[in-house]
């Protein structure tokens, strides 16, 4: 059976991060990486028109 990528990009980044991740937490970690990943799709898909320009930055 084949690992599932989400566990193994979890294992990657604890270790690049030396961030322990305790077996406890991991469905959590693993739900909230999964929420963020299908914002950020949702996010990737919106079409923008070539003629969209970046918002201006107003500061005070």
């Known amino acids: 059976m084949a690992a599932d990528p ?3 990009y979890i294992d990657a980044v604890s270790r690049a991060l030396a961030l322990p991740v305790e ?9 909230n990486l ?3 990943l299908r914002l950020a799709r949702l ?3 919106f079409a923008l028109p ?4 970046p918002a ?3 500061t005070a």
């Open 50 to 53: 070539d003629e969209t320009e």
């Open 43 to 45: 996010v990737d898909e």
């Open 23 to 31: 077996e406890a937490w991991r469905p959590a970690v693993k739900a």
């Open 56 to 58: 201006s930055v107003f």
């Open 6 to 8: 989400l566990d193994e």
């Open 34 to 36: 999964q929420v963020s």
